[in-house]
């Protein structure tokens, strides 16, 4: 069988099988948008023609899948100059890990932000887990931190710390999140029980008050724990061995952030699977949700997760009465912007410069976002930076909205059709 003939075979076979599942997901089946898989090809004249197909009786597997994709325009490109350094009680500290910060809202005229916080060298793994500092991020607390014009700004002290002795975020809370829902907020975070070794697993707790200085009430259990359905191989303490890797997310439950979309509340949240693998020239991280009611839960797991099979932190916002999201660093589809109309179908709206690309981005939630320039969220907002494995600071990142290439002095597309 030629080439051709096998790539037909194959989409033939996907067409069939995913026409033959069967949608059991409440949360999703309602609103679920078509599966691009369900869509034919597009051959007409002007799709060939846009794309330089010269000859459709053989399509390339590239040809095939630009005809399959389902949005092909240029308002989603977006450009990141180079981060810079904010000032005041956030400006880089010697021994001090900053990092991770949550989305910025204003408050009381302020810009809000919150972060996880940890001093000391970091140990590694291998030593004492019980009392080294195994990560930057272990043995942190949330503090938070408030600036007027988002450069200069004044540490205002810890907003959740880390549990007693003995609960389930004994050991950490860290990369927070933030939400305002009818004049409550929220902050869920990241949690570890000690001892933090290699095979410990993370969870999701969260926190409430009235007032973003706080006071904080916890809850009580994790709001989120990673499936129970992997097995490990041996006692040793090694995550690459396993006998069963089990879901998506069997071994750690990262990075949330929780949107309220159509009257619910949607926690996203990066999945680590025990038996974790290198693909595609990244780690093997997924992204998932699971949806509530109430912004306290009880979360419930969708069962379209893993929903993103590429990205790291999770960063979200709402865009055109659906959910966008930014996948960086792990993946195929790492620097893409992406777009679910349902919050779980999540289909590649545009690709981002590598360049300068912040990560685990805060997201500055005060920036109002349109239709017609969907990204716009993205013109500053704060990241962070590795000064060194044991010191990490929180930075500012800006970028621009690019939606031409010319060379100095060439008119663009658009200037040409304003004629
Ligand atoms: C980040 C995030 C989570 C991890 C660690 C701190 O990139 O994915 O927050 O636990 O690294």
Known sequence: MNLHKRLYLILVVAIFT??????????????????????????????????GITNKDHLSAASIRALKWDYVENDWYRVFNQMKPLKGDLAHEPGVVRRDPSAMIMENGKYYVWYSKSVGKTDGFGGDVENDKVFPWDRCDIWYATSEDGWTWKEEGIAVPRGEKGAYDDRSVFTVEIMKHEDMYYLCYQTIKSPYDVRTKNEVGLAWASSPNGPWEKSKEPILKPADNGVWEGTEQNRFLVEKKGDFDSHKVHDPCILPHNGKFYLYYKGEQMGEEILFGGRQIRHGVAVADNPKGPYVKSKYNPISNSGHEICVWPVDGGIASLI???????NTFQWAADGINFEIRGAVKGANMPHAIGLNRTIEVG?????????????????????????RFDSYRKTSHVAPGEKSRDAKKKK
């Open 18 to 51: 995913s026409c033959g599942q069967t949608k059991t997901d409440n949360t999703a089946a309602a609103t679920a948008e078509q599966k691009p898989s369900e869509t034919e090809l597009d051959l007409s004249k002007e799709k060939l023609d846009r794309f």
């Open 371 to 395: 239709g017609d320039n969907p990204t716009k969220i993205f013109d500053w907002g704060l990241s962070h930076v590795y000064n060194s494995w044991h010191e990490q600071s929180i930075m």
């Open 328 to 334: 960086t660093t792990d993946g195929p589809e790492r």
